[in-house]
C-alpha cells in the first residue's frame, strides 16, 4: 500500500492510499509507516501526525490476509509478527501526537492502528472489528491494548464474536474520543491538530511518555509468540485459504 504524507505547516497527514483494496495493510506497510513517521520526527516541521485512509469507505480493512500465506515457516511468520508490533510501538512511542481520523471501515489491523493512536476521531459512517478469529488468528496488539481502552468484556465480545462496532457505540466504550459527520472528519481532525500543535511540543512529548509509562513493552514478544505459533495451526491455514476462496472455513481446532 501507498502512503501519501503531507505537510501542512505543523501537521503532517500520512494517508493510507489504496482505497481499491479498502487501504488493506500488505507487508510493505509496516516498515513504510515507520519511515514516514521517523521523517516527521525529524523534519524540524511536523508537530502533530494525522493517520487517515484514502476514499470513502475504510480507514483500513486490516492487513492483507491472502499475503499470510506467503510466509514460509516459522522464522517469516515471527518476523512478520515482530514488524508489526514494531509499528505499533512506534506510533505509541512517537514523541509527537497522533490522530487517527477514521473515514469508515476500519477492521482488524485497522482497528489496531487506532488503538495505537493518542486520540481517535471517527466519522459517523465509520465500523470498527477484530474479526481475527474468523481465520483462526487475533489481533496481537489489539488483544494487548483494547482491554485497557474498551474492557476485557467488550474486547472478548469483538474478538470471539466478531462484533462490529459503529461509531456512537465505539465513542461510549472509549474507542473513540469524537465522532462527526463524514463530510467534516478531515477539517474536525485538522483543527484539532492544530490545537495540539499550538501547545508547548517538550510538554507534549513529556506528557505522553508519561501517560503511556505504563505501557509493558515485554508483552509484545509474548504476543509475537502465541500469533508465530497460531500462524502455524491446521486451523489459520484453513482460515486463510477460504478467507481467499470466499468460502465459510471448517475449524477442527488443531
Known sequence: MKLRV???????TITMDAPEKLNAMGRDFWPDLRDALSTCETDGATRVVVITGA???????????????????PAAKREFQRDCMRT???????PLPVVAAVNGYAMGGGCELALACDVV???????????????GLVPGFGVLRAPSVIGRSWTKLMM?????????????????QKVV???SLMTTAR??????????PLAVATGKALVNRGVDRGEFEHSTAA????????DAAEGIAAFVEKRTPTFEGR
Not at 471517527?122 to 470498527?128: I, L
Not at 483543527?191 to 508547548?200: D, K, Q
Not at 500469533?227 to 491446521?234: E, F, I, N, P, Y
Request: cysteine-free.
Open 6 to 12: 503531507q505537510t501542512d505547516g505543523a501537521v503532517t
Open 55 to 73: 476514499g470513502e469507505k475504510a480507514f483500513s480493512a486490516g492487513g492483507d490476509i491472502a499475503s499470510f500465506a506467503e510466509l514460509d515457516g
Open 88 to 94: 505499533f510501538a512506534a506510533v505509541e512511542e512517537s
Open 121 to 135: 476521531l471517527a466519522a459517523d459512517t465509520a465500523v470498527f472489528a477484530m474479526p481475527e478469529t474468523a481465520v
Open 160 to 176: 470471539f464474536g466478531g462484533e462490529r462496532v459503529d461509531a456512537d457505540t465505539a465513542v461510549r466504550i472509549g474507542l473513540v
Open 181 to 183: 459527520p463524514a463530510a
Open 191 to 200: 483543527g484539532l491538530a492544530e490545537r495540539m500543535a499550538a501547545a508547548a
Open 227 to 234: 500469533l508465530t505459533a497460531l500462524h502455524g495451526t491446521a
